[in-house]
């Protein structure tokens, strides 16, 4: 680094770029100077100082709080490897997770639960004794509660998050017909889109990937899907179809599972939608090192599901 450089570096207050990070991901100066333990008056300061130190504006006013323009969002990655860089350097300690107390709330699309869940229990059990998981049901409006700090970590299908959100794609699961043994649709050998949606349907209504596709779907081909039960349980869905009266649509995850192979009829066809799943966090827990170690666990144990067949790469 040459001197000059060295000069411009010196006359900066670096806790500066720790308040600048810490303005970009919660959007409001309150919040952040709760993050940091300081006043309030001390964060406004800081974000006076902040657009003295740039030749361009960072944050716009929005609602009652303030919104990082682009500018802004674009020094998020390079600000984020900084602090990590300042954290190994000071620190100088590995993370070991069998010394770490602390919770990690998570939210799984049901198809992984029954897959996923168990392995993560056994890995925190062994890995991280002192670690509490809280596993939530997963939420239609997840970024909210990852942007409120209900969450730290979930996983759904593939949307366009906001840009204080990260998202990790991790699979893809492709959607096939369950229902009963009995039901009339098995009487068909090779039934049509328009045989299909003349049955009435049962909705998975925690699912805001699938069910929008497969509606979408009906209306493409000109015809209406008739939704008569709807439920956000695949417990409860499960026990509706073997009532015989319904279809459902379900990913072939859940059908790798005896639960539901044992006791339902799975159709096929190829006309039936693929959806991503992918992993989200916020970008306030992005250097949380037990969220990170334990993301990085659920990524993992994904892969090792595609290794298994069970997911399609993304």
């Not at 006309?271 to 666990?297: C, G, I, M």
Request: glycine share 4%; proline share 5%.
């Amino acid at each position: 680094m040459n001197h000059s450089d060295l000069k411009i570096i010196q006359g900066c207050d670096l806790n500066l770029l720790l308040s600048l990070t810490v303005l970009i991901e919660e959007g409001s100066v309150s919040k952040s100077a709760e993050r940091l333990d300081i006043s309030q008056p001390a964060m406004s300061q800081n974000l006076k100082k902040i657009r003295n130190l740039f030749d361009e504006p960072l944050f716009v006013k929005h609602g009652q709080g303030i919104k990082a323009t682009e500018k802004a969002r674009s020094l998020l990655p390079g600000l984020h490897e900084w602090l990590e860089m300042s954290s190994r350097l000071i620190l100088q300690k590995a993370f070991d997770p069998k010394e770490v107390y602390g919770v990690v709330r998570i939210a799984f699309i049901d198809t992984m639960t029954s897959e996923i869940v168990p392995q993560l229990l056994e890995m925190v059990m062994q890995a991280a004794p002192n670690v509490e998981l809280e596993f939530i049901h997963k939420p239609k409006h997840m970024f909210s509660m990852l942007e409120s700090g209900e969450l730290d970590l979930c996983i759904g299908g593939t949307e366009t998050p906001p840009a204080n959100i990260y998202g990790r794609k991790i699979g893809l699961e492709r959607f096939c017909i369950a229902s009963s043994p009995t039901h009339p649709i098995n009487q068909l050998s090779n039934p049509s889109l328009a045989d299909i949606f003349s049955f009435e349907t049962a909705e998975y209504s925690a699912s805001n990937a699938a069910e929008p596709q497969i509606t979408q779907l009906a209306q493409a081909n000109n015809l209406n899907r008739k939704v008569s039960f709807s439920t956000s349980s695949m417990l409860v869905l499960r026990n509706g179809l073997l009532a015989g009266k319904h279809i459902a649509f379900i990913s072939d995850i859940v059908t790798q599972n005896p639960y539901w192979k044992d006791k339902l009829s799975i159709l096929k066809h190829e006309a039936l939608p693929e959806v991503e799943s992918t992993l989200y966090w916020h970008a306030r827990v992005h250097q949380d090192p037990l969220v990170q170690w334990f993301k990085n666990r659920c990524l993992e144990l994904a892969s090792g599901f595609r290794e298994q067949g069970l997911y399609q790469p993304a």
